[in-house]
């Protein structure tokens, strides 16, 4: 019970951020940059596990985008120019121009070289279908429904992959499922099919969106845990889930990844005894709000730790 986590995004080392800007240049072999890759990807596996972390993350390491990364390595992309996508943060926004494939797998090597550094399980991360699509410029399908499926079949041939390799635990992204409530029912069915036949843990993670809009549907995504941010909001959202039977199990956020503030653990485990009064202790998994790039290696350390030993304590308290 009270199982910890992250999201699955860690900040990248400085040496890593200045070798991804020298190969975009051409100043470095792609061969070198991904030892530099691997070297990051090592040293975060070790950093979770000294921190006591239950599940862990490959922190994406050899990825910038989340939704350019894929599009660069499946067939019927495009890329287009620089985009903003926050602050002052930009990406190249991918277009769809043709049909989706995948000639290979993306990330099953990846996570085969994270699960070797350790014997605690480490999670298959994947972004979804809908975010993908919505996220992307569109110049081939007739509707947003129809690029949508096509992305999600190849998503799901990904997932599959990975739980052949032996993930237990796939999550799969969809941030952008709570910015447009209109089309939940669009993003149910394109989950659905990534989701179709799975026998692992499956998780989707939402964030910072129309709660109030897309709440009803929350129990109808067809995974086997939902993963949303509270810490951002106050913990507000615990009032939504409160005198309901929620079906699925939970990954509530416990810490603000937006914030500089490292929150003490006295707070979260305050935090964690509210949403006990909601949740029962195994349907909890206990996290950040969201991936943790954004904030220096540090203080995603110490915001790591404080999530680990509030939830120790809280776990403590229940068994004795």
């Known amino acids: 019970m009270l199982l910890t986590t992250s999201v699955g995004s860690l900040p990248k080392p400085d040496y890593l951020t200045q070798a991804r800007s020298q190969t975009r240049r ?37 990825r ?14 495009k890329q287009s120019g620089l985009v903003r996508s926050y602050g002052n943060r930009y990406y190249r926004k991918p ?6 494939t995948r000639p290979k797998p993306v990330t099953v090597d990846w996570w085969r070289f994270a ?23 569109n110049e081939h399908f007739p509707s947003r429904r129809a690029a949508s499926l096509a992305i999600a079949r ?21 941030p952008a499922i709570s910015t447009r409530p209109e089309e939940m029912d669009l993003a149910i069915e394109a989950l659905g099919l990534v989701t179709r036949g799975l026998r692992a843990h499956t998780i989707t993670h939402i964030c910072y969106g129309d ?65 006990l009064k909601v949740f029962k202790p195994d349907q909890i998994y206990v996290d950040p709000d969201c991936g943790l790039k954004t904030r220096t290696p540090e203080e995603a350390k110490e915001k790591l730790r404080v999530v680990v030993e509030a939830a120790q304590a809280v776990r403590q308290e229940l068994m004795n």
């Open 26 to 62: 051409g100043e470095m072999d792609p061969s070198r940059l991904r030892q530099l890759e691997q070297r990051a990807t090592g040293e975060w596996i070790k950093a979770q596990e000294e921190l006591g972390i239950d599940i862990l993350v490959d922190g994406e390491q050899y």
């Open 211 to 275: 709660f109030k809009t897309i709440g009803p549907k929350l129990r109808r995504l067809p995974v086997d845990q939902i993963d949303l941010e509270f810490a951002n909001r106050g913990f507000e959202l615990l009032a939504f889930f409160k005198g309901k039977r929620f079906p699925k199990a939970i990954g509530l956020g416990v810490v603000d990844v937006h914030n500089h503030r490292v929150e003490s653990t006295k707070e979260v485990v305050a935090n964690l005894k509210k949403a």
């Open 115 to 137: 699960q070797k550094q350790t014997r605690k399980p480490v999670k298959g991360m994947l972004t979804g279908p809908y975010t993908i699509m919505d996220w992307s410029f």
């Open 95 to 100: 277009i769809l121009a043709g049909k989706i």
């Open 64 to 77: 910038g985008d989340m939704v350019a990364y894929f599009a660069e390595h499946l067939g019927g992309f």
């Open 154 to 174: 190849v998503i799901h041939e990904e997932a599959k992959d990975l739980e052949r390799a032996g993930a237990q635990y796939i999550q799969i992204d969809e």
